[in-house]
């Protein structure tokens, strides 16, 4: 599986951006599918993971009630929906795979990252 991430950029506090993680192979719509980010200085972060069919779907605390995470698995693509951003948001976004159940992992497959810069 690899995993291409996009949509990232500079957007003021307040707004909203739509990441996208589009997969190619086989099989990617039994895997789950999580997003990470990790900021300057800081460890990666947990965000949002989405296990096979979307239905089930879990959250870091600090993105709970503003970030959606959501995929089509026809279009093999996971969706992260960031509304009110905050200048704390700011980070590189990661999105990862495993075809284990486990929204804590291990993920072996990994996407480039997309920048998100959220100014004050």
């Known amino acids: 599986v690899q995993l291409q991430a996009s949509g990232g950029g500079l957007v003021q506090a307040g707004d909203s951006l739509r990441l996208s993680c589009a997969a190619s192979g086989h099989a990617f719509s039994s895997y789950t599918v999580a997003w990470f980010r990790q900021a300057p200085g800081k460890e990666r972060e947990f965000v949002a993971a989405t296990r096979w069919s979307g239905k089930y779907t879990f959250y870091g605390d600090s993105v709970k009630g503003r970030f959606t995470i959501s995929r089509d698995n026809t279009k093999r693509t996971v969706f992260l929906q960031m509304n009110s951003l905050k200048p704390e948001d700011t980070a590189v976004y990661y999105c990862?795979?495993?075809?284990?159940?486990?929204?804590?992992?291990?993920?072996?497959?990994w996407g480039q990252g997309t920048l998100v810069t959220v100014s004050s």
């Open positions: 990862a795979a495993q075809a284990g159940s486990s929204v804590t992992g291990p993920y072996g497959y």
